[in-house]
C-alpha cells in the first residue's frame, strides 16, 4: 500500500487546514486510516483515526477541532483541521492499518504560528 499525502502549510493561530491523504496499492476492504503527528523532541502520537465502517477516534487535545473523514471508493482520507494552536505545529503522518499490515505515509509538515 501506497499512502500520498497533500495538504498542510503554514496558517496564523485560529486558521484553518485541510489534510488529504490517498491509498493505492492493495488496499483491504476492512482496514483503518488516519493521521499522527510529530513534533520536535516528542514521539509521535495519534490524532485522529476512523474505520471503514466511520467509526473515529480522536486524540483528546483535538476534539471539537478536527474533524477526520473518509471517501472508500477512492481510498482517501482527509483530515480538517480548524480552531489551530501553535502547538498543534508538527509533522503530520497518513496511516494506513488492515488485520494484517500497517504503512506510513511521508509526512508532511503543519506550522501554527503568526
Known amino acids: 500500500v501506497q499512502l500520498q499525502a497533500s495538504g498542510g502549510g503554514l496558517v496564523q493561530p485560529g486558521g484553518s487546514l485541510r489534510l488529504s491523504c490517498v491509498a493505492s496499492?492493495?488496499?483491504?476492504?476492512?482496514?483503518?486510516m488516519g493521521w499522527y503527528r510529530q513534533a520536535p523532541g516528542k514521539q509521535r502520537e495519534l490524532v485522529a483515526r476512523?474505520?471503514?465502517?466511520?467509526?473515529?477516534d480522536y486524540a483528546d487535545s483535538v476534539k471539537g477541532r478536527f474533524t477526520i473523514s473518509r471517501d472508500n471508493t477512492k481510498n482517501t482520507v482527509s483530515l480538517q483541521m480548524s480552531s489551530l494552536k501553535p502547538e498543534d505545529t508538527a509533522v503530520y503522518y497518513c496511516?494506513?492499518?488492515?488485520?494484517?499490515?500497517?504503512?506510513w505515509g511521508q509526512g508532511t509538515q503543519v506550522t501554527v504560528s503568526s
Open positions: 496499492g492493495s488496499v483491504f476492504r476492512n482496514n483503518h
Open positions: 496511516a494506513y492499518g488492515d488485520d494484517y499490515r500497517g504503512y
Open positions: 476512523i474505520s471503514s465502517g466511520g467509526n473515529a
